[in-house]
């Protein structure tokens, strides 16, 4: 599974592009870097608030991609994308607005909640842990990567603190995709920010099976 923006498949082109010229550090990541997930506030050593500076001195030894992204009708937001490459995985996308972190997205299983919610988990899981959640469908977010089904969000505003679910075709079930974090009682807006034609539409609470449940 990866990111369906627009924005979020160029970051990921640039990194393999990168790769392959050999320009990535080789630095394996250290047993020391904080790996938990807390809503409102965090992922591992990243803050909500934290200064574009203070993001470059935290992941200094591993791969990273910062790129300028523009949004219509949403202004500038700079994505600091960290690459896990000690598991392989996609890692990290931070959004800054103002040169201040203000959404934080986890796509690897190095980092997870208190609860132990992580990439790959499961529904079930994250709904016994966290009861005051809203559903929302992504619209024309579909893609092999994802399922061929729009992702869906579980988001909790008060907390600060989102699940994204693709659909596991092997499994044929969805899963964790993405673990989101952003300030509690601000809209939440996957990637950042939706642009069309994606749009995020309202669902029943704790859907998975949308358009049936759509409200």
């Not at 909500?48 to 203070?54: A, S």
């Not at 992204?69 to 896990?84: A, K, L, N, S």
């Not at 603190?161 to 995709?177: D, E, Q, S, W």
Request: charged share 20%; net charge neutral; aromatic share 10%.
């Amino acid at each position: 599974m990866r990111a369906t923006h627009v924005a979020v498949g160029v970051s990921i082109l640039l990194f393999w592009i990168s790769v392959r010229a050999g320009q990535l550090p080789t630095t394996n990541i250290s047993h020391d870097l904080p790996t938990e997930i807390v809503p409102g506030a965090s992922v591992g050593p990243i803050r909500l608030g934290d200064q574009e500076k203070r993001i470059v001195e935290e992941l200094s030894g591993f791969p990273k991609i910062v790129q300028q992204v523009t949004y219509p009708m949403c202004g500038t937001i700079r994505m600091t994308e960290w690459f896990d490459k000690a598991l392989l995985q996609t890692g990290l996308f931070i959004y800054l607005r103002k040169n201040s972190v203000f959404q934080i997205e986890s796509e690897t299983t190095r980092f997870r909640t208190a609860e132990g919610i992580t990439e790959q988990s499961l529904p079930e899981d994250v709904e016994r842990h966290y009861p005051d959640m809203e559903a929302y469908e992504l619209l024309s977010s579909a893609s092999d990567l994802v399922g061929n089904r729009d992702l869906i969000y579980w988001v909790d505003h008060d907390k600060g603190i989102a699940f994204g679910f693709y659909y596991n075709t092997r499994k044929h079930r969805r899963l964790v995709y993405r673990v989101l974090i952003f300030q509690p009682k601000t809209d939440f807006q996957p990637n950042g920010c939706v642009t069309p034609p994606q749009k995020l539409r309202q669902l029943r609470s704790y859907s998975l099976d949308p358009p049936a449940n759509a409200t």
